[in-house]
C-alpha cells in the first residue's frame, strides 16, 4: 500500500499536478521535494555518509 508520494527529479514541476490527481485519495501526502531536480541525489549521498 503506498501512503506518501514523493515527486522528484528535472520533470518533477512538469508532472506534479498529474501525480496528484491520480493519487488524490492521499490529499497532502502527494509533495514535490523542495528542489527536485537535486533531491534524490542529495537524499543517496547522505544515506552513503552514515
Same mark, same amino acid.
Given at each position: 500500500? #503506498?501512503?506518501? @508520494?514523493? #515527486?522528484?527529479?528535472?520533470? !518533477? =514541476? &512538469?508532472?506534479?499536478?498529474?501525480?496528484?490527481? !491520480?493519487?488524490?485519495? &492521499?490529499? %497532502?501526502? #502527494?509533495?514535490?521535494?523542495?528542489? =527536485? %531536480?537535486? !533531491? &534524490? @541525489?542529495?537524499?543517496? !549521498?547522505?544515506?552513503?555518509?552514515?
Amino acid at each position: 500500500h #503506498v501512503n506518501r @508520494v514523493y #515527486v522528484v527529479g528535472g520533470g !518533477a =514541476p &512538469l508532472i506534479y499536478d498529474s501525480i496528484k490527481t !491520480a493519487w488524490h485519495h &492521499l490529499g %497532502q501526502k #502527494v509533495v514535490m521535494m523542495e528542489s =527536485p %531536480q537535486t !533531491a &534524490l @541525489v542529495e537524499a543517496i !549521498a547522505a544515506f552513503k555518509e552514515e
